[in-house]
């Protein structure tokens, strides 16, 4: 966090997140809250060895308005239901980010 109270956080969504328009309900949040940053989707197997499907994110703004955003997923866009959001890191700022994006290629990671 910097002396403005900013931060910048990766989180891992999990829940039901995709074909139901999740990344456009965070992006979308992510504006109304004047954040940075980005959304995308990603593949994931867990710990039975199933799919999942998962969103990244990265928000980066005031510490309340990251909470809040996170609150916001948490209770999802009505398609979605209830998820988890699960904070994976903080980054140092970065200055030159003046918009919150959506990413459309996938990626798969293995973990959660």
């Known amino acids: 966090m910097n002396e403005n109270g900013n931060i910048r956080v990766r989180v891992l969504i999990s829940g039901n997140v995709q074909t139901v328009g999740f990344r456009f309900f965070t992006k979308d949040n992510a504006n109304?809250?004047?954040?940075?940053?980005?959304?995308?989707?990603?593949?994931?197997?867990?710990?039975?060895?199933?799919?999942?499907?998962?969103?990244?994110?990265?928000?980066?703004?005031?510490?309340?308005?990251?909470?809040?955003?996170?609150?916001?997923?948490k209770k999802g866009n009505g398609y979605s239901g209830g998820t988890k959001v699960k904070e994976l890191h903080r980054y140092p700022l970065k200055d030159d980010e003046n918009s919150f994006k959506i990413i459309s290629e996938e990626k798969e990671i293995k973990g959660d």
């Not at 994110?57 to 005031?62: E, I, K, L, R, S």
């Open 32 to 73: 109304k809250l004047k954040l940075t940053g980005w959304v995308q989707n990603l593949d994931g197997i867990n710990e039975a060895d199933e799919e999942i499907s998962l969103v990244e994110a990265v928000f980066q703004g005031t510490l309340a308005n990251v909470d809040e955003m996170r609150d916001r997923c």
